[in-house]
């Protein structure tokens, strides 16, 4: 509400009078440097941020961050165990090569590490080409084999033999920014329906917040699952990732019309409210200019709570096998070869892609309950 | 409070009836039936079946009628005879396909749910009341690991650390050598050693959440004025907080039991899938899978029947606890 007095327009400053001035060199600072203020109060806020930071800069380059492409495998080392480092001087960075064999009985392959076989590591090498930002053609990466094509598994690999670490670079791509466009699509939604309901009020209202009940008792994963399945096999990646976003965000939106609802209908007895309705602004003017700048903070907290539920939601669906398929990689999909107990047992690394889930959700919290605090800085 | 009672059941019928149409929608909305499934399988095999065959199986089915016909069939008979309909992957009706699993989803989810409570609300309160304590933050952090962690993710972990430092099968209800025995004291005994790692499993979202509702809840009646007049007056500390705070932050969390129910169900279905446990979760997994209409439709049919007799129950529920709800109840 302090907004409103704000944002209207400063007096010129020869007619300022001492008080004014004195009030803004010291404790009038805008209204996002105080949420950023109490943003950092927010220590696990803060270190959610920075842990986020780097993870979406890697996934947008993931072509470069990723030591191979998503798709380049090695047949002969299906579930090679994970590499590790190793530094001398003859070499410079290099790791071990594995030799295979066999189990005569239970025909299982098992992998040791070869001491004879060195395979040499290099940074910004040559190796898998891809497209920088999908435009520019490159084949540098950060880090890979000298010899493009040696085994390279700092994560290990997965049954055909790719690389983990690789593909899970791919994946984030995918697993980021799902849950960023879906709540994107709910916002919009809930912000449009839950204005229109809260705004006019009357039967209009009425309809709308039967609706989403109706929506809201709809169990979700029953919908979503039936939903999912029922996308045509015959869709691209780009397509089914679109309706799955959809799907999700589909569900997402009817909390947040609630909340936006709950909003303008106490806002429209304010005062400013009243004020500006008595000094001529049009009505869009009052919503757009007045009403949503004073909740505006309040919804993007809300927002970013419903980030980490959609990334939760993709991973589940694409574990299940209904989500996002192959070739598409996300870390649902990269899941989906964890789903057998055995497999995990004879390749734990399977699960990593899970350990990241974890950590980019409770990062994910961790900022949204920051922001939640840092939504109403005058408390 | 009569008059709100008979309006929630009409709207209930109205909801019930609204999901059960959608939900057919949905399920024919892909390209295809169940016919497609019995093609692609048969091509699978290498095999081929012949356009009379499939109208044949068209026809016994009743896919060649068309869309409301088929919904009307499938509707009366669920309200009339309490038919559920055939499945076709299994060739069994449905009610009895769901009768054999739907209890075993029932005990999970209510030990589950049990769980949850005792364990969220002695730390939620103790949160609350001693906040920014070192216990407090260890409980924040728990729950939001708990909430950022998904259920089958838990459930893999917890299965290979069973395979592979306890040597134990951990998925499905018994181990091998009671699986065909009859019902006796080691039996039951063998259900429950299996039964407690999906119970935490499920349960451990649902409790990390309920830590923080409650915690926020408590925190915002603790500096009300009505706590000090009762700490002024001379109550003893523990009588005060359970009879008035206490009591106050546990209304938003009645109105949320509605919405735990069908939430336990979500998450039971990923954990059976995973642990290959035979409640309802897997079932409808395959059939959304395999296009198996009545199947899926009376799966969602039964849940959004829970979820909104859930919620009245808890509308209901609330009102008996709060007494500024029910005065508002009569005087509306």
């Known amino acids: 509400m302090v907004q409103t007095i704000q944002a209207q327009p400063a007096p010129p400053p020869q007619a300022e009078p001492e008080v004014v001035k004195s009030l803004r060199d010291h404790g009038a600072l805008p209204q996002w440097r105080l949420m950023w ?86 940074l910004f090498v040559r190796g898998d080409e891809y497209k920088i930002l999908g435009l520019i053609p490159s084949d540098i990466h950060l880090i890979g084999p000298v010899k493009a094509g040696d085994p390279f598994f700092l994560l290990g ?29 709910a916002s919009v939604l809930g912000l449009l329906i839950g204005g229109i309901s809260g705004y006019l009020g009357g039967p209009i209202d009425n309809a709308i917040q039967r609706v989403i009940e109706f929506i809201m008792s709809i169990p979700t994963l029953p919908l979503w699952m039936a939903l999912s399945a029922s996308l045509p096999d015959s869709w691209g990646p780009l397509t089914r990732y679109f309706a799955i976003t959809v799907i999700l965000s589909l569900i ?64 589940s669906l694409s574990f299940l096998g209904l989500g996002l398929q192959a070739p598409a990689v996300s870390w649902g999909v990269l899941l989906e070869g964890a789903q057998n107990i055995r497999a995990v047992a004879t390749a734990p690394w399977l699960l990593a892609p899970g350990l990241a889930v974890v950590v980019v959700v409770l990062a994910m919290n961790f900022v949204g309950d920051g922001l939640r605090d840092a939504a109403d800085p005058y408390k | ?81 309490g038919d559920l309909g055939q499945s076709f992957a299994w060739n069994q009706s449905v009610a009895s396909l769901i009768g054999n699993r ?30 920014y304590s070192p216990g407090d933050y260890l409980a924040s952090f728990l729950g939001f690991i708990g909430m950022a962690v998904p259920e089958f993710m838990l459930a893999l972990v917890m299965m290979y650390i069973g395979f592979r430092y306890f040597g134990q099968s951990v998925g499905g209800l018994f181990s091998p050598e009671y699986a065909d025995a009859a019902w006796n004291l080691g039996k039951l005994l063998d259900l429950i050693s299996h039964l407690w790692v999906p119970i935490v499993v499920v349960g451990v979202a649902g409790t990390a959440s309920l830590i923080r509702i409650t915690r926020a809840n408590l925190l915002d009646e603790l500096h009300k004025p009505y706590v000090a007049t009762a700490r002024a007056k001379g109550l003893p500390e523990w009588k005060l907080l359970l009879k008035y705070p206490v009591r106050m932050s546990l209304s938003p969390f009645f109105s949320t039991v509605g919405w735990l129910l069908p939430g336990l ?36 049919l039964i849940l959004s029947a829970l979820t909104v007799i859930g919620t009245m129950l808890s509308d209901l529920a609330l009102a008996w606890w709060d007494p500024r709800i029910r005065h508002r109840l009569s005087k509306g």
């Open chain 2, 265 to 300: 169900i979500s998450g039971e279905t990923i954990v059976s899938v995973v642990m290959s446990l035979p409640t309802s979760g897997p079932l409808l997994l395959s059939g959304v899978k395999s296009q198996d209409m009545y199947l899926v439709g009376s799966f969602v």
């Open chain 2, 1 to 81: 409070m009569l008059r709100y009672l008979a309006r929630r059941l009409g709207w209930m019928v109205v909801t019930l009836a609204a999901i059960s149409f959608v939900t057919f929608v949905v399920i024919k909305l892909p390209p295809g039936d169940y016919t497609s499934t019995v093609i692609a399988n048969a091509e699978a095999r290498g095999q081929a079946i012949p356009e009379s065959q499939i109208a044949e199986l068209k026809r016994h089915y009743g896919l060649d009628k068309p869309f409301l016909v088929q919904y009307w069939t499938w509707i009366s008979g669920v309200v009339l005879h």
């Open chain 1, 37 to 122: 203020r109490q943003f950092r109060r927010h220590k696990l806020a803060l270190i959610g941020l920075i842990v986020l930071v780097p993870i979406y800069f890697i996934a947008v380059f993931s072509g470069f961050f990723a030591p191979a492409a998503s798709d380049s495998a090695h047949t002969a080392l299906p579930y090679a165990p994970p590499q590790r480092v190793h530094f001398s001087s003859e070499h410079g960075l290099f790791v071990y090569g594995y030799s295979s064999t066999r189990d005569q009985e239970t025909f299982e392959q098992t992998f040791t590490v070869d001491k004879n076989k060195i395979v040499d590591v290099g």
């Open chain 1, 157 to 185: 690999a997965d049954q055909s033999g790719r690389d983990l670490l690789s593909r899970l670079i791919h994946g984030a791509r995918v697993s980021l920014s799902i849950g960023l466009v879906g709540v994107l699509a």
């Open chain 1, 252 to 315: 997402g939106w009817t909390g947040l019309a609630r909340d936006v609802r709950g909003r303008f209908l106490s806002l429209r007895e304010e005062d400013f409210v009243m004020a500006a309705r008595l000094d001529g602004v049009s009505r869009g003017g009052i919503i757009f200019g007045h009403m949503v700048p004073s909740f505006a903070s309040h919804i993007i907290a809300t927002v970013s709570m419903a980030v980490p539920t959609m990334i939760l939601g993709e991973t």
């Open chain 2, 102 to 131: 739907v209890l075993l989803s029932i005990v999970l989810s209510i030990a589950s749910l049990l769980f949850v409570w005792s364990i969220a609300f002695p730390i939620g309160i103790y949160s609350a009341l001693r906040q």
